[in-house]
T-cell receptor
Framework: DAKTTQPNSMESNEEEPVHLPCNHSTISGTDYIHWYRQLPSQGPEYVIHGLTSNVNNRMASLAIAEDRKSSTLILHRATLRDAAVYYCIRSNTGNQFYFGTGTSLTVIP | DADVTQTPRNRITKTGKRIMLECSQTKGHDRMYWYRQDPGLGLRLIYYSFDVKDINKGEISDGYSVSRQAQAKFSLSLESAIPNQTALYFC??????????????FGPGTRLTVL
């Protein structure tokens, strides 16, 4: 199965770090790992992506396991605006995206 | 103005009707995609196009067809709509570039209800 596995929901307190896990145990060596988030009534928007090495950008960090069978999206300080559904996605060499079911993140003030 | 637009934003139709959903983009991207999203699920790829002359089936193409009229326009058609095609439909674009830079940009979605 090309899809990813994520917890249905998670909670975090505002201004605390959040670690969102993803399992992709059948990933192939050339598949990229992407994270997108979806706010209510909007299309998904890019968060971060990577292949093998850990990645950092202004929004988040992506930690990829050495065997690439799992990854973790890290939001360093959750804000209320980070409340969304976060999707872990695999993309193949044709850049076809395979979405997981997503994790709904609730941020508690 | 939005870079990726979809029309209509909402549509209610009856079983058996032909429906067309349209997507336009001003990003100048060659690649365009159509996805559907069912409640509580992630998006699934219906069709994708890497340029005007290239059309490819995705995971769930049965019951759908597409037309790439120009670089900026990609339409999705339901020839004979059925109730289980009730869903939220998203269009997306991406620039070929390198695989490492292939971010997809999504439109706001079209909510389709088939009665």
């Amino acid at each position: 199965d090309a899809k990813t596995t994520q917890p249905n929901s998670m909670e975090s307190n505002e201004e605390e770090p959040v670690h969102l896990p993803c399992n992709h145990s059948t990933i192939s060596g050339t598949d990229y790992i992407h994270w997108y988030r979806q706010l209510p009534s909007q299309g998904p928007e890019y968060v971060i992506h990577g292949l093998t090495s850990n990645v950092n950008n202004r929004m988040a960090s992506l930690a990829i396991a050495e065997d690439r069978k799992s990854s973790t999206l890290i939001l360093h300080r959750a804000t209320l605006r980070d409340a969304a559904v976060y999707y872990c996605i695999r993309s193949n060499t044709g850049n076809q995206f395979y979405f997981g079911t997503g994790t709904s993140l609730t941020v508690i003030p | 103005d939005a870079d990726v637009t979809q029309t209509p934003r909402n549509r209610i139709t009856k079983t058996g009707k032909r429906i067309m959903l349209e997507c336009s983009q001003t990003k100048g991207h060659d690649r365009m995609y159509w996805y559907r999203q069912d409640p509580g699920l992630g998006l699934r790829l219906i069709y994708y196009s890497f340029d005007v002359k290239d059309i490819n089936k995705g995971e769930i193409s049965d019951g759908y067809s597409v037309s790439r009229q120009a670089q900026a326009k990609f339409s999705l058609s339901l020839e004979s709509a059925i109730p289980n095609q009730t869903a939220l439909y998203f269009c997306a674009t991406s620039d070929p570039g390198t695989r490492d830079s292939n971010e997809q940009f999504f439109g706001p979605g079209t909510r389709l209800t088939v009665l």
